[in-house]
DNA sequence: ATTCGTATGTTATATTGTAACTCGTTTGCC
DNA sequence: GGCAAACGAGTTACAATATAACATACGAAT
């Protein structure tokens, strides 16, 4: 099977920050040095993080207690601007490594291992959208992820 | 674009608990008078409901305090054996209509009043799976839900 | 200077989910 | 019958996730 190709360009580091910090502010909002660090923390993590997870992480860095509640409010601006996803089957957050663009997305989420991959293919999402339109569902958003062994756990 | 269509029966009522019954038995569990009560409860209500949902109407029904606890333990059991369904984006439960086979299953939820949809796409649910096989996964379970807005909560 | 909007802090609380241990019943075995 | 094993459920405690309500800080607009 062929996966849909993304000719987009991938950032990380100091890029996507970059990318990230043109994306919010395009849209209206200010890149503060709160959501700096809590983008900054969510994008160090290898694998979904909870919002607790970052708040611990942005406390370290910060040198002072952050709490979840501020670290909650930031995640909802990024899921909102699409710097960020959320991962539904595991409460969690992983940074949108190409903010630009929209797509829908879906994660592959290792249930050994926690590491998530993730995969654009407009077609599969393109078909859940009509499938949700067609039973007279509007402005769909589908949320598709999948639960399973990633190959280097299968390997044990 | 066509739905895959389902030629089994769905139950509903007596007959859905009759269903339900006779497949849990089959995996070798007992069909309990709690299990009866906590399938019953979830059978009633109109839309996902948590754990604690549940649990609170199940106390009623037995006139004592059933805690949310023996009521997570059952419902996994549930899922386990296909008789009931989570909606990860809700961390909620649903009934299964049709326990005796075996789908992938896409939920279409309302995000303004929460009513659930439930439709069997196998094509779609096939595509992922095979996504996340080319991706080096297996054993994948496809968790495919789509937040939207439905046809009633749409006229206003 | 005052007011307003925005971002964040702070505290409290609600909701969802697990862990650990106990008790009672049934089943099979001697 | 007595006993142990297996299972279902009760109970208590707690962990993890999420939201609500209100306070404060600060810059921009009037």
Redesign the pocket.
Known sequence: MFMARHDHQLHEGEALKKAARERLTREG??W????ASVFEALAHFDKPA???DIAEAVSKSQGR??????V???LDLFVNANLARRVESA?AYVANQHPECLHDCIFLICDTCGQTVHIDDDSLSGGVREAARSAGFSAPRPVIEVRGTCSDCEHD
């Open positions: 909002e200010q503060t040095d709160m959501r909870s919002a607790y207690r952050v709490a979840a509640n501020s909650y409010r930031i409460n």
